[in-house]
């Protein structure tokens, strides 16, 4: 089995395909960073607009855990699709090759494989969210320093200590990973159907597009289906950025406003993922090799 | 001769309609070239398939050095190797890559030096570092060999191996399963749709068509030039089939199953006045008995639909 | 008829007098606060805005005559009502042009207090009008109430301690109008909305802010680098 898995991270490291997904995220961070550097202020007065009519808001707003935010805010919505990338491949990617057939023939049998393949899977999406990590978090607190974090939600703002930050962002991460290794999962069953990489890739890519536009509009009929559509969990790593207040409208240092939030998103995720590879196992188990 | 493949009533079907392997039958014994023949879609590729259970058979039992396959997959596999029809490898890694990682997945650890050696076997050695990518079809069929035998297989099965190829890269192949069966001792599964190849190596050999057995048999036997194939086409075939199958004439019936159109025969040409008169005998309303000479004609009018030579 | 100028004349004059009076007053308390030509002080600040959820946070605050103000958090980020809080005490009273009215005395507590009010001569002036409550035996004032043309109306409340003899004071609570905030989900990208919108009691209480500054540690008149108030 570890002989297997270290197989399949052999062959995605060995892809050209695997680094874009890295470079991307380079890339994008890259520009973010040095956007932000360059001309903040313009984008924190856009966003400060409205608040800053009756609130004088004093200190390096601009620093690097807000930067990591506000990153993690673009780029979240659009990592999963560099997963899907190697994920939607990892089966349809070897029937297209007809090395599908090859490694069937060897001595494991297919929930070995599979579960091989998927773990392989997984390792490149935790890899691409540490890189990411390293980049938007890391990079961030280097080129803007660190400080409070003052965050903009909808309907309030939250104030967060500089020393009541960096564990949330550790929490986040890991629920981040949750919600990319369950975009993973989507795309290795749907990898399972076809014999080329891009119509799985494509499909994963849409299906995550198309729910996260239903999660996104606020039309009363799509809300009921809300609740079921796991896109609508993937973003509950912003919870970790909320806190709790007391009587007095305090907040209160290491708190989360929503836990049971953050439980609840993580378990529907979870539960996802498990499905899909289930899935992903019952119809490869029984399905002919024909490619 | 202990045998290596026991075939029981193998069946496949795709859906509801389409019937690609038909109630088939068949056995490989120790140290046999095995000729699989068959034109293109008669279910070669499906039953191989099946023999590595790439695909699942509808009904029907395959036994695999007296193991059935169902529930022994992973200890027969160990001890197969096996190239499905064009060779598939990772284009984007070396050749020696490549065969790593397959000496990896069938759990035997080899130096480096081992498989350049392997590759040197099938002369690709001095290409060991060049992506395989850049290499030509029949390098790639020979690297799908080096990979195919990487675990030091008892039986191999070879679909097609020579699709594709130049005659040299013909003979290559030629040549690699002579030495296969004859100095390692291997048991090889090789199909073709051509007779002519099947006919230089085989020991065995089968001819299918739409699934169905027509013809199986040791290659001396088969393709004795001194017995002649003959059609025999009555007005009831099935019911005259039946009726030779009880008489000394069974031994010579060719094809038994499957082929309801007409009944084969393989027969001294000196016997062809007897079976006429039994034929009469037996109540059989014979519409024509065709002699055909050779194998290879009844072979050739089989696959003349599409027209090969 | 001449009773009834008399009796206007009358309280012409009391008024006048009273007015005085509060003139007085204020130029007390004037003089107190002109004890402290600059100050240093560290402090707690708890920001209590509806839509604000912040933790307390250590300040440091500044002041220089005649109206330089600075709050300042150490590395950190400070929310503070706009315009409200530089407007300081003595800075209120720091110009002396402006009308005085004596608007009596009243409870607040269980404290008497004197009511002064305050209207700057200048048109130009941001603040409106300024309602002083003053505890008249020590001449201090406990609590404002500013009104301006920019920025609303605040009040200010006031707690002495130690430190009463110079008017600086141990507490003070500021409490102003906020608007309703809120941006567009496209911006913050959040797609969830299951927070159930405040009814509009909770909404109008939710409308005042308060900041509270305890202040600890004064140093008084020790002079402070003019480059702390940029």
């Known amino acids: 089995m570890f002989s297997l898995v270290q197989v399949e991270l052999y062959k995605i490291f060995k892809r050209p395909r695997t680094y874009i997904a890295f470079g991307a995220v380079a890339a994008l961070i890259g520009i973010i960073q040095f956007g932000l550097k360059i001309d903040g202020k313009s984008y924190l007065d856009f966003m400060l607009n409205d608040l800053s009519s009756s609130l004088e808001i004093d200190g390096k707003i601009l620093n690097g855990y807000l930067v990591c935010y506000v990153m993690l805010q673009l780029l979240l919505v659009h990592v999963p699709l560099l997963i899907a990338l190697i994920a939607a491949d990892m089966i349809s990617g070897e029937a297209n090759m007809g090395t599908l057939r090859l490694l069937l023939i060897k001595p494991y049998s297919r929930t070995t494989l599979l579960l091989a393949k998927f773990i392989a899977a997984i390792i490149y999406t935790l890899m691409l969210l540490v890189w990411l990590a390293i980049l938007a978090l890391f990079g961030s607190m280097l080129l803007f320093g660190t400080d409070d974090m003052f965050l903009l939600k909808t309907s309030y703002v939250v104030l967060l200590k500089e020393s009541d930050v960096f564990w949330r962002y550790i929490g986040a991460f890991g629920f981040a990973a949750l919600a990319m290794t369950t975009v993973a999962a989507l795309g290795f069953f749907l990898s399972v159907f076809a014999e080329n990489s891009i119509g799985p890739i494509v499909a994963t890519m849409s299906v995550i597009v198309f729910f996260t536009i239903l999660s996104t509009l606020n039309i009363p009929i799509f809300n009921l289906i809300k609740p079921y559509l796991f896109t609508t969990h993937m973003i509950g790593w912003k919870e970790f950025f909320d806190i709790k207040v007391n009587a007095s409208n305090e907040a209160i240092i290491g708190s989360i406003q929503n836990p049971e939030k953050i439980i609840k998103a993580s378990l529907v995720l979870v539960a996802h993922t498990i499905g899909f590879f289930v899935a992903t196992l019952l119809v490869f188990r029984k399905k002919d090799i024909l490619s | 001769m202990s045998s290596v493949i026991q075939v029981q009533g193998l069946t496949k079907k795709f859906g509801h309609q389409f019937t690609a392997v038909n109630d088939l039958s068949f056995s490989v014994n120790q140290g046999d070239v095995y000729g699989f023949l068959g034109q293109n879609g008669a279910g070669k590729s499906t039953t191989i398939r099946m023999l590595l259970s790439l695909i699942e058979p509808t009904a029907g039992h395959i036994e695999i050095f007296g193991l059935p396959l169902a529930t022994n997959r992973s200890a027969i596999m160990k001890k197969v190797g096996a190239v499905i029809e064009k060779p598939a490898m990772y284009e984007y890694l070396t050749a020696y890559q490549n065969l790593k990682i397959f000496s990896a997945l069938s759990g035997v650890s080899k130096t480096r030096l081992q498989l350049l050696h392997e590759l040197d076997v099938v002369g690709l050695a001095a290409r060991a570092n060049d992506l395989v990518r850049t290499f030509s079809q029949g390098m790639k069929q020979r690297l799908a060999i080096a990979m195919a035998m990487v675990n030091d297989p008892e039986l191999i099965l070879l679909d097609e191996p020579t699709n594709g190829l130049d005659p040299q890269g013909i003979a290559d192949i030629r040549n690699l399963i002579l030495n296969l069966s004859r100095e390692q001792g291997k048991t090889v599964l090789v199909s073709s749709h051509l007779l002519s190849e099947i006919e230089q190596v085989a020991t065995r050999l089968i001819i299918i068509d739409k699934g169905c057995k027509l013809v199986e048999g040791d290659s001396k036997d088969l393709f004795d030039t001194s017995k002649t194939v003959v059609e025999i086409n009555t007005l009831h075939n099935e019911q005259a089939l039946q009726k030779l199958l009880q008489t000394s004439w069974s031994d010579q019936i060719l094809v038994d199953r499957c082929n309801s159109k007409q009944v084969i025969m393989q027969l001294d040409e000196k016997q062809l006045p007897s079976l006429h008169q039994n034929l009469v005998e037996l109540g059989i309303g014979v519409l024509s008995v065709k002699p055909m000479h050779s194998l290879e004609d009844y072979f050739l009018q089989i696959t003349s639909t599409q027209k090969y030579v | ?230």
């Open chain 3, 1 to 230: 008829m001449k009773k009834c100028r008399l009796f206007v004349l009358f309280i012409f004059c009391v008024s006048l007098a009273m007015a005085q009076d509060a003139a007085q007053l204020i130029k007390k308390v004037k003089a107190k606060l002109e004890l402290v030509d600059n100050y240093e002080a560290t402090g707690v600040m708890k920001t209590d805005i509806a839509f604000i959820k912040a933790p307390i946070g250590k300040i440091k605050i500044y002041f220089k005559k005649p109206n330089l103000f600075k709050i300042k958090k150490e590395g950190g980020i400070s929310l503070l009502p706009k315009g409200g809080l530089s407007v300081n005490l003595s800075s209120l009273i720091a110009s002396s042009n402006y009308s005085t009215i004596d608007a009596g005395v009243q409870e607040v507590g269980a404290k008497k207090l004197r009511v002064v009010k305050l209207l700057p001569n200048e048109e130009a002036s941001d603040v409106v009008i300024t309602t002083l409550y003053i505890n008249e035996k020590e001449s201090l004032i406990e609590k404002a109430i500013t009104t301006t043309k920019e920025n609303g109306t605040y009040t200010m409340l006031m707690n002495y301690g130690a430190y009463s003899n110079v008017g600086l004071p141990d507490k003070v609570v500021f409490e102003f109008n906020t608007k309703n905030y809120k941006l567009p989900k496209g911006i913050t990208l959040e797609f969830e909305d299951d927070t159930k919108p405040l009814s509009a009691a909770q909404q109008l209480k939710n409308k005042k802010g308060r900041v509270e500054i305890s202040y600890k540690n004064y140093i008084v008149n020790k002079g402070i680098p003019a480059a702390i108030f940029n």
